[in-house]
């Protein structure tokens, strides 16, 4: 029987991250993954493949709207659904790959099939039992729907099913007006289709600062999308090419229904742990599903650590690799963390959307004093060369102190500029660190230093 010092179950973001640090470390590591492909549910049906159309039908837009203003002629480019299927296909593939090359590079074992956890020290995968010392459970999480809705991943999808549609759709509900619901909306919004999505709450993606949550829902409603706000989805039925999604408004109770030729339910997700046996082996789970750790991933069993979607925090990607880095650190003796205080989180429609620490409404909440720096892209000299001028960058500061407490930018490459904050956070540095740093001219940074400098005397290009 072949033993590991680790086992990690899961090669998603988490557990593959996890993985290769464990054999970074001098660890005898396996990692048991039950899809065909490694890479989890991020670089197979979430992150990588949303972004290849994200990015597919962002150069679409730009070619169909600004092509023309620089004088690039010509006509506009059709679409080709099956050839942009193709090239998001390769692009998890060239991914997936990846990953199976790092665990050739760092000898890490692949375990082929679906695991489970006998006993503490043990992993059973088909008929195969393994022994080892340590076990990290990084099963990830699944989509989720409303009760009595139905996914028939063709007419009613998940996000899954929304990545490989048979056509592109005329009409489109999205249901939840989340990351994932407004990225999908905006790549068949752009690919011609009429989008609706439809929310609950009375705002969009609700966990972001409030002002930039508005304005994200005035540029992208400027790009066609609509928006049903405060309205509770009864049900669903689904036809054979149709379904009718029926709802009431929250305000006056007044019901509706609206067609569409497909309903993607983007409604959140769910941790995955089935058949891993967590439950006989007494691992402690909270109501919510997620296996219980302590602050160094341990589970109530002790030699079984958890990460990722599959345990408390944000269902982010990052978050999940951070806490395999830290995991594999802490089995191997060593000193592992997690700044749960500086995780960026991003939306990758166009604009970009990124924020990271404090939001002003938990400021407020929290009844600490701040100010803020803000600074519009119309003052940044690239941006609006690039037709990109459309958003802010917003800094929150303590008002005695100066230290960052967060930032929340929509505008171009937000997913990119946000990290300047998240080191400056990570450094406890202060608005005016941040202010006094020369940034190169001209780029979409400069607009982050300005709103640094309008946390102080003043943002020079407003
Ligand atoms: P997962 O990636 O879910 O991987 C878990 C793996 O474990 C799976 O491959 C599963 O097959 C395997 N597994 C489970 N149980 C067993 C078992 N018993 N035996 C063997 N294998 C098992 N996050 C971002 O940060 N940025 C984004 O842009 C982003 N975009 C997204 C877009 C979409 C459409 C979706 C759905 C998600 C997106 N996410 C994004 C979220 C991100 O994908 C997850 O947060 C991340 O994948 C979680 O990583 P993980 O390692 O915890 O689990």
Known sequence: MATYDVIVIGSGPGGYVAAIRCAQLGLKTACVEGRETLGGTCLNVGC??????????????????????????????????????????????????????????????WLKGWGSIPEAGKVKVGDETYE????????????????????????????????????????????????????????????????????????????????????????????????????????????KTKAKVSYKLRKDDSEHTVDADVVLVATGRKPY????????????????????????WKTSVDGIYAIGDAIDGPMLAHKAEDEGMAAAEVIAGKHGHVNYGVIPSVVYTHPEVSSVGKTEEQLKDEGVSYKVGKFSFMGNGRAKANFAADGFVKILADKETDRVLGAHIIGPMAGDLIHEICVAMEFGAAAEDIALTCHAHPTYSEAVREAALACGDGAIHM
């Open 48 to 109: 990588i493949p949303s972004k290849a159309l994200l990015h597919a039908t962002h150069q679409l837009h730009e070619a169909e709207h600004n092509f023309a203003a620089m004088g690039l002629k010509g006509k506009a480019p059709t679409v080709d659904w099956k050839q942009m299927l193709t090239y998001k296909d390769e692009t998890i593939a060239t991914n997936t790959k990846g990953v199976e090359f790092l665990f050739k590079k760092n000898k890490i074992d």
């Open 132 to 239: 080892t010392k340590n076990i990290i459970v990084a099963s990830g999480s699944v989509p989720s729907s409303l009760p009595g809705v139905e996914i028939d991943e063709k007419v009613v999808v998940s996000s899954t099913g929304a990545l490989e549609l048979g056509k592109i759709p005329k009409k489109m509900v999205v249901i939840g007006a989340g990351v994932i619901g407004l990225e999908m909306g905006s790549v068949y919004s752009r690919l011609g289709a009429e989008v609706e999505v439809i929310e609950f709450l009375d705002k969009i993606t609700p966990t972001m600062d409030g002002e930039v949550s508005k304005q994200f829902q005035k540029l992208l409603t400027k790009q066609g999308l609509k928006f049903t706000l405060g309205a509770a989805v009864q049900s669903v039925e689904a036809m």
């Open 273 to 296: 742990t089935d058949g891993i046996g967590l439950a006989d082996l007494g691992v402690e789970m909270s109501d919510k599903g997620q296996i219980k750790t302590d602050g160094q």
